[in-house]
């Protein structure tokens, strides 16, 4: 089975701080990765997916995340907040392919102080 | 690319009536579309898997025959609350992806608040 824990319903970091949100996984298979935003009262929007190719995974607005094993791991980070990115961030595991379901962490609900 | 919309984005409805959601890819065909509910504060609990053309796959603990759910072509799926009541409303979002692609897309979401 899979599953997804995220530490911290709650991180506070201040404008221009490093944000870290941390996630881990359990798997039995070769995990996909995914970080989801989500604004108040709006969809999902991906920001970045892990799917086996390079570990360090490049997203949009800055983000970025390391997949790692060793740790099971795949923290999301980004050097320098912006309060526009005050929102919830989710974690998510999946299978792959063919459009295999997603389980979700927690989430993290994302505050920047001015 | 890879766009999903709902519609509505909000709905208020009677008690006992049935409400329909609807999940649209507007620029790709997406052979499996996903339904989640999602309470205030909390994740996203996957409701039902739909593969077009077939029937839904339920999750454990949701009711078919209360939350009716059809995907009659490659980019429309329907969501149909029957008989809704109070404890139904929620935040209702779709998510849709492509055939043998990893990545879901998500809609916009719908607020369905029974009164």
Redesign the interface.
């Known amino acids: 089975a899979q599953s997804v824990t995220q530490l911290g319903s709650h991180v506070s970091v201040s404008e221009g701080a490093l944000v870290l949100l941390r996630c881990n996984y359990s798997s039995s298979v070769p995990p ?1 990765l ?1 970080w ?1 935003v989500q604004y108040p ?6 920001l970045l ?1 892990y ?1 086996s190719a390079a570990t360090l995974v490049k997203g949009i607005n800055g983000f970025e995340a390391e997949f790692k094993k060793s740790e099971t791991s795949f923290h999301l980070t980004k050097p320098s907040a912006h309060m526009s990115d005050a929102a919830e961030y ?1 974690c998510a595991v ?1 299978k ?7 389980i ?4 993290t609900e994302l505050s920047v102080k001015p | 690319g890879a766009v999903v919309s709902q519609h509505p984005s909000w709905v208020i409805c009677k008690s006992g009536t049935s409400v329909k959601i609807e999940c649209r890819s507007l620029d790709f065909q997406a052979t499996t579309m996903f339904w989640y509910r999602q309470f205030p504060k909390q994740s996203l609990m996957l409701m039902a898997t739909s593969n077009e053309g077939s029937k839904a796959t339920y999750e454990q603990g949701v009711e078919k025959d209360k939350f009716l759910i059809n995907h009659a072509s490659l980019t429309l799926s329907t969501l149909t609350v029957t008989s809704a009541h109070p404890e139904d409303s929620s935040f209702y979002i779709c998510s849709a992806s492509h055939e043998h692609q990893e990545t879901q897309y998500f809609g916009p979401g719908t607020r369905l608040l029974v009164l």
């Open positions: 996909y995914f989801y009262n709006q969809g999902l929007q991906l997916k799917t989710f999946s792959g392919n063919q459009g295999g379901k997603l979700f962490g927690q989430g």
